[in-house]
């Protein structure tokens, strides 16, 4: 059976590490959070101005002026603090963020990523992740394997406007996991979810990987 979204999250929460500080982008990286494994600390930020993001509130905790960069409302913790967006970026930009888990739309086999805009669609802007895969150590992409139309999202190139050129460390999909071990390598197709067989994820991507 092929991972669902918690259970990818909870697969790039084994990539956390004591004493990181992380980003999360929106959708299923936003449910790692709750997959912090027990008795490690691990501060979360926001490029809306908040480090030390606590779990999502229940119904009667919520305050609406709490939310995370997707407008999600979230909860503070003891050590939380706030700042303007422009501190938030410095941060990100100044590489003082250990790890971001982002969605995505492509990735090529040469880890750039596409992730902010369709053409031809409308769009609020394209948020903090350009900003991210330039100025964060570590980037893993959290995605479905393959998009609704059946379309592989790990491809040679991608089709989309880029978010970033080389960038991304890791990939973690709802059938298997690549990784690579510096952006002058290829991807490595390092684990496969229960059920999944590599010869499954080889018919779902176009992408060149070592298996």
């Not at 941060?91 to 031809?120: F, Q, T, Y």
Request: net charge negative.
């Amino acid at each position: 059976m092929p991972w669902d979204r918690n259970q990818m999250a909870a697969r790039a929460a084994q990539e956390l590490e004591d004493g990181y500080y992380v980003n999360l982008g929106i959708g299923i990286p936003t449910l790692v959070a709750n997959h912090v494994p027990a008795g490690m600390t691990v501060t979360l930020q926001s490029e809306n101005g908040m480090l030390g993001i606590g779990p999502f509130p229940y119904p009667d905790e919520v305050d609406a002026d709490l939310i995370n960069a997707g407008k999600q409302t979230v909860s503070e913790l003891d050590q939380t603090s706030y700042f303007d967006s422009a501190q938030s970026f410095a941060m990100i930009r100044g590489g003082h963020i250990d790890l971001a888990v982002l969605g995505a739309m492509e990735i090529s086999e040469n880890g750039d990523i596409a992730n902010w805009m369709i053409p031809g669609k409308m769009i609020k802007g394209m948020g903090g992740a350009m900003d991210l895969v330039a100025g964060v150590k570590k980037i893993i992409v959290v995605m479905e394997h393959v998009a609704k139309s059946g379309d592989p999202k790990f491809i040679p190139e991608c089709t989309l406007p880029l978010t970033g050129k080389n960038v991304i460390d890791m990939i973690i999909t709802d059938l298997c996991v690549f990784h690579r071990k510096d952006h002058d390598s290829p991807f490595r197709l390092i684990e496969l979810a229960p059920g999944v067989t590599a010869d499954e994820v080889a018919e779902k991507t176009t992408a060149k990987y070592e298996a």
